[in-house]
């Protein structure tokens, strides 16, 4: 199989005039995360490692909505969601509302190749995480000063400058040479949510969903449209059973949030290397990269 990999960094609105500095920050963390994918699928890796190395790129990065750099919750808090699923058997782990992990998707890993659950929660995942060794942060570690004034903007907004608006959740999907399919989501969720909020990216089926011989998919956007309409999982069943290309069966889904009042997007690669990136929103931040081919990244 020729391996190929489809990165995003959220979707939302396009800023008329963005720092130039962090428009680069962004793009070069874009195009980092797509990287680090690639070099293991180049080098004959899994897919499910590629995907963990992309967004755990992107965890690190202090310029997306992951990891360092989360959007703060109403507290000024970064609670913190991912998942990851392997194609291959339809495993998955997943981990919702941590704080203090520096990548929570090695910590979604971790729990998958546990076994005994597919999700862990707020203290019992931290719990879980210093178990295994994982790293720990103080709160400091993840706040941003964009994140505040954010934040102020939400509690203030009369009174408070618009920043520039990063778009929310972070994830990664991928075909390997083994023909394995691997999707990973990690988000901070809303700016400004009530304590202990849980998005759709930790929910296999709504944010983040594999199955090999279907497809795999991430998605970015308004997560309780995502989990209502289990839009990963309707994506996959449209190609599955509907027989639909990739393209269509995401497009139908993106749509079907968009009438109901939710914007967003995702990313898919199905079985045969085919890609879809749709997205309702004004922009979403995404790249993508395939053997024998060039990569390429779009921020608009």
């Known amino acids: 199989m020729a391996w190929v990999i489809v990165i995003h960094g959220g979707a939302g609105t396009r800023p008329r005039h963005p720092p130039a500095q962090e428009l680069r920050a962004v793009r070069e963390t874009l195009a980092q995360a797509l990287d680090a994918g690639v070099q293991i699928l180049r080098a004959g890796g899994r897919g499910l490692d590629a995907v963990q190395s992309a967004v755990r790129t992107m965890e690190a990065s202090g310029v997306l909505n992951a990891g360092r750099g989360a959007a703060l919750n109403a507290q000024g808090l970064a609670e913190l969601d991912a998942a990851l699923m392997d194609g291959r058997g339809r495993r998955a782990g997943a981990v919702a509302a941590v704080r203090h992990v520096a990548h929570p998707i090695d910590l979604a890993r971790a729990i998958m190749e546990d076994g005994r659950h597919v999700m862990l929660a707020g203290e019992g995942a931290k719990q879980f995480a210093v178990e295994r060794g994982l790293a720990l942060e103080p709160d400091e570690y993840f706040i941003t000063e964009r994140r505040l004034a954010e934040l102020e903007r939400v509690r203030s907004p009369r009174e408070a400058s618009a ?138």
């Open 163 to 300: 920043p520039w608006h990063l778009p929310g959740t972070v994830g990664a999907v991928a075909l390997d040479a083994h023909g394995d399919l691997a999707a990973a989501t990690s988000t901070g969720g809303l700016t400004g949510k009530r304590v202990g909020r849980v998005g759709d990216s930790p929910i296999i089926g709504a944010g983040t969903f594999a199955e090999n011989g279907v497809c795999a998919v991430s998605g970015t956007g308004a997560g309780e449209y995502f989990i209502r309409f289990t839009a990963a999982s309707e994506v996959a069943a449209r190609v599955k059973l509907g027989g639909l290309r990739i393209e269509d069966a995401a497009r139908e889904v993106i749509d079907l949030m968009q009438a109901a009042g939710g914007e967003g997007g995702l990313i898919a690669v199905d079985a045969r290397g085919d890609i879809a990136t749709p997205f309702s929103s004004q922009a979403m931040l995404r790249g993508w990269a395939r053997e024998g081919g060039g990569a390429e990244v779009h921020v608009g």
